[in-house]
């Protein structure tokens, strides 16, 4: 049985494929394709003023394309002290005096850029609280089934001076990134970047560590997105359990 996921992240497609994969062994990477592996154009307009609105957009847009069982997940970085920005806009932000929210007929940012404007918006903020949130649907044609979910965390404090911080280590027990910058350099050099997106500004108290700081199998336990794919996961099963009576 087919499942499509509705983006073209490669990121989060492969996060998606790793943590069903893991809850559900019956299903293998063939099982999961993206409309770009398919050569297929997908581009719906993301006109929701949630995170779930959006996810369900694009669920809906790509099974009427397909015509098959379709996981969409709409997700972002919602900060409290700037009013839940970036939030919707997560994936186009341009900062309050870049261009607007949402980066309409601008072009494209990269993931450090983004990092780095939401840093210069957070200066003097003592409210350091943020979350990840993922909104996910699966629909079938004749059902659909949701979740949301969160992770909690803070942005970290200060400049990003060290793009891709390593894994945890002793001695950072805030978010101080120009601590990191420091271990990074006297312990870390060659450390491989594990994440994506924000993932490098939202320290984790609990875990020492930027989700960015995560092994893939630590962020997948721990994220919003994991956590809400376990969820969803529940009803694929019933789907592959129908399909095979």
């Not at 299903?27 to 307009?45: M, N, R, V």
């Not at 790509?62 to 709409?74: R, S, W």
């Not at 970085?77 to 261009?99: F, H, K, N, T, V």
Request: charged share 25%; proline share 5%; glycine share 10%.
């Amino acid at each position: 049985m087919t499942f499509w996921f509705a983006s073209n992240n490669p990121h989060k497609a492969e996060e998606l494929k790793s943590i069903l994969i893991e809850a559900l062994p019956p299903l293998s990477a063939a099982s999961l394709k993206t409309p770009k592996e398919a050569g297929i154009e997908f581009d719906p307009d993301e006109t929701g003023t949630t995170f779930m609105e959006n996810a369900l957009i694009k669920a809906r847009a790509l099974y009427g394309i397909v015509g098959e069982p379709v996981i969409a997940d709409d997700s972002g970085l919602c900060i409290d002290a700037l009013g839940g920005r970036p939030g919707i806009y997560s994936a186009r932000y341009r900062g309050m005096e870049g261009g607007g929210m949402d980066g309409a007929g601008l072009p494209n940012l990269s993931d450090d850029e983004r990092n780095a404007i939401v840093l210069r918006e957070m200066e003097g903020q003592a409210d350091r609280r943020a979350r990840f949130v993922c909104a996910m649907a699966l629909i079938d044609g004749k059902r659909e089934y949701t979740a949301l979910e969160t992770l909690e965390g803070e942005i970290i404090a200060g400049k990003l001076n060290c793009q891709r911080f390593p894994p945890r280590m002793a001695g950072v027990d805030k978010a101080d990134s120009s601590a990191y910058a420091e271990l990074y350099k006297q312990n870390c050099q060659g450390w491989q970047f594990c994440g994506f997106g924000y993932d490098p500004i939202l320290y984790l108290p609990g875990e020492g560590a930027t989700v960015a700081g995560l092994a893939p199998s630590e962020k997948n336990r721990l994220s919003h997105r994991g956590k809400a794919a376990r969820k969803i996961a529940v009803y694929i099963a019933e789907m592959i359990s129908r399909s095979a009576c």
